[in-house]
């Protein structure tokens, strides 16, 4: 601007981390409702992102974590709100998983607690509430094609020998084993993608 000319800037790492967006910090709260048997009856989750000073992609990416904020489980009822807000921040933009993996953290780190304190397998429990064709989505889509969940986690957990190292875990020991799950493709970009797993354990 000053000199009237194209210039090139080249920012140093420091000056990049600091000024360029960055993913957007979310604040998400989740309730869920058990009957006694342990089954959820509903869930209500609230998200609270920081968009920064600058609008940005804030609006799609919150679109998307709100999305995701189910994972790939299906519940009878299920309500999500979520707000962006303009701080004093740097802008936040899309970064690596557009929303989702903020959202996705929580739904997984939220039912892993549930089922510690229903005393049951977090990976047992979720299986229960894995999506299946013909099941409608928490943003009223429907579910056309079968899911290869239940299978891609047989897999999983026998080439990794889940089942058995969950059992001999001892917490504190230093080492652990775990598994999350998630959906993709369910927003505004993909149709189903095909993935062959390959899953190697390594302890």
Known sequence: WLSGRPVKVKLTRQESILIHPKRHPMKVTITMGCNRD?????????????????????????????????????????????????????????????????????????????????GVDPLAFKMQYLCKKGDETTTNGH??????LPEMLDVITKESDYWRKIKEYKPGCGKGIGIALYNHGGAFTGNGEQAIIKAHARL
């Open 38 to 118: 342990g089954i959820i009856q509903g869930v209500k989750a609230e998200v609270t992102a920081d968009t920064g000073a600058y609008a940005s992609l804030g609006g799609p990416v919150l679109e998307r974590a709100c999305t995701h904020a189910a994972g790939p489980y299906h519940y009878e009822n299920f309500e999500i709100t979520g707000r962006g807000y303009y701080t004093n921040n740097p802008p936040a933009g899309a970064f690596r998983g557009f929303g989702a993996p903020q959202t996705i953290f929580a739904i997984e780190t939220h039912l892993d607690h549930l089922a510690h304190h229903l």
């Open 143 to 148: 579910i056309i094609e079968e899911v290869k």
